[in-house]
């Protein structure tokens, strides 16, 4: 697979983080690891800002940001123009956030979903197409 997925988040994501590193260049996908390198407390905007950028440059389509919420790495995302991080904790949301949102962020809460799940949202994630039409109306319109 050509496409580079972003990956990032903090502490309490570190984890998930690195399983799901493995987990994704087993299935192809090259991966690039914007941090942190190990759990020990860390200020998340110091890696999700510049996976953000990363993103806005055209370095990567998408990317995948865990938290222990998903709610302090999504806000920051957020924060970027170009950026749609949508928070999932299930497989419907997931798909959703492709389908009507066009979320090029996936924001996983690491402290409330288990492991086999982030799989598979992220698989729903990565393999999901933004439906455009009435969709991308509503999309345009975000950007401030």
Aim: contains cysteine.
């Amino acid at each position: 697979m050509n496409e580079v997925i972003a990956i990032g988040g903090d502490h309490a994501g570190f984890e998930y983080k690195q399983r799901l590193i493995e987990v994704l260049e087993k299935k192809g996908y090259q991966v690039k690891d914007f941090g942190p390198s190990s759990d020990a407390s860390v200020d998340y905007p110091d890696f999700i800002h510049p996976l953000c950028q990363s993103i806005e440059a055209g370095n990567h389509q998408r990317g995948i940001i865990i938290c222990g919420s998903g709610n302090g790495v999504a806000i920051t995302a957020n924060k970027h123009q170009g950026i749609r991080a949508a928070i999932c904790w299930n497989e419907d949301l997931a798909a959703l956030s492709r389908q009507h949102n066009d979320a090029n962020l996936i924001s996983i809460p690491a402290r409330f979903v288990d492991f086999d799940l982030v799989v598979r949202m992220v698989d729903i994630f990565l393999q999901t197409d933004f439906e455009g039409g009435r969709h991308a109306t509503r999309v345009n319109k975000i950007p401030c």
